[in-house]
DNA sequence: ACGCATGTTGCGTATTATGCAACTTATGTT
DNA sequence: AACATAAGTTGCATAATACGCAACATGCGT
């Protein structure tokens, strides 16, 4: 279907504007998205009419506005998922003591919706609305594996240890749905280990993953099964949680 | 300035979205905005090409999407005030057994940025996100007396107590910047009453409000300027921790 | 004060969003 | 099970409107 293009230029520049540090201007806008000038002023009118952006009062350059968090969070808040899940995330970071992480399928990505950091990591960047890809994450592993089973056309690699073959990767798929738990081999990060496994509601119908992440020097290889076995264990007493009363997808 | 209309009715979905429980269809949609079902069709796929909206994989009904959430967490990262802001909010939840909020200015609202509940109230649902009115809460009335003053044309009663007259507000605005805090005395919810603060940079400027909100059981009107006195004191000292290195606005 | 860059407005034209109607698909009813 | 009703999508001609150009306005640095 033919998508409204004016729509889809203010969308545009909505993510034009995440990756900018200090904002943009009206002829910045226009160059990255090869219109006129008037035209990025127009559309950046209506956006700020509607408080999706703002204008910065000194600088006067666009920013993220205001509405973006006020629907952002309105929808975090319906996901009651994340409300049953926050406790069992607290207990893998104690028995793990790594940082933990849960995620659900949105637009064929992993979708972080919270986290819970483990104390002895240093302070890491909160990932919470995140989307990563599916192939070379360990909770988007098995949301590939459990869920979703189309593997992406591209593989793009993201260290020399992302899996780029598609028969590999289904090999993976298959190792990981037998075993309960997936793995990411420093797969999207250099020094990053992860490991995850799938939550379900009481249809035994998948609606997410939970798992931990951690620094290859502490999540070895040796002890992944170990690992993989307390998250299995925890991502099951959440899904028991759920029971009957999730209201999620 | 006109507005690209095309973008603005695909704004507006957005907010139709975020008022509907389990999501809208393209007919419900389509008579909201009073246009076409076809329009509506083609609005909501563009929405859905950029993941602004999403649809529901057993009902088909379209519900607000991820990139929401990616962008306005993005943006709250952003703000570290917020950051900053943290552990003097619990320390007023320790101090006064009350909910403890940070806002700031935005679309001439009060956008709450973070909240920490006390331990002793029911679990109140998360208001992060809230846009509210300048003029009848505590933080929205801090906003006003201490940065921009200009207050709304509407002055549109939500209980009994709303102050709808212009200058008594001018009135408890003077008073306001006089004594250093200023009262929600339930004038936006009934049984609410709350107190709030000032918090400036480096330069004196005014960055946000933090204040509390309680039962009127609790927070009674003999025991205001006591609410009062602990609110400034601790807006005081987050204004000095936040010294020479806020990067906001 | 001057020049340069950025941002906004007016206007004619051409693109494109729109509504209608026909068609397709899904839902629920007797 | 067949029908009726509702919801959603597509094709197309028309009307609306978004667009680019150019002129104007504003702000900044030298």
Redesign the interface.
């Known amino acids: ?12 520049i ?2 034009l504007l ?1 990756h900018s540090r200090n904002g943009m201007g009206t002829t910045e806008v226009a160059t990255q998205l090869e219109i006129d000038k008037s035209s990025a ?3 950046l ?3 700020a ?4 952006v ?1 204008q ?3 600088t006067a350059r666009y ?16 996901i009651t998922l994340r409300d049953h899940a926050r406790p069992y995330l607290h207990e893998l970071v104690d028995k793990t003591g790594e940082c933990a992480h849960l995620a659900i399928l ?2 064929r ?1 992993a ?1 972080y ?1 919270d986290q819970v950091e483990s104390t002895a990591a240093l302070r890491v ?2 990932e ?4 990563s890809p599916l192939y070379c994450t360990a909770l988007g592993k098995i949301l590939l594996a459990f869920g979703d089973s189309r593997i992406p056309d591209e593989l793009t690699p993201f260290t020399h240890r992302t899996v780029t073959d598609r028969s590999t990767l289904e090999a993976q798929l298959a190792q990981t749905s037998k075993r309960g738990y997936a793995i990411d081999d420093e797969e999207y990060n250099y020094g990053v280990r992860c490991v995850a496994a799938p939550v379900y509601d009481h249809k035994s119908a998948l609606v997410g993953a939970i798992g931990i992440s951690g620094p290859a020097g502490r999540v070895t290889l040796e002890r992944i099964d170990e690992f993989g076995a307390v998250v299995i264990s925890i991502a099951a007493a959440l899904s028991a949680r759920l029971g009957y009363d999730l209201n999620l ?1």
């Open positions: 279907m033919a998508e409204i293009q004016s729509l889809a230029k203010g969308l545009k909505l993510n995440e002023s127009r559309l009118h209506t956006l009419k509607y408080g999706f703002e910065d009062q000194v920013l993220l506005g205001p509405q973006l968090v006020t629907l952002g969070q309105h929808l975090l808040n319906r949105a637009q990505q979708l919706i960047e909160s919470i609305g995140t989307l997808r």
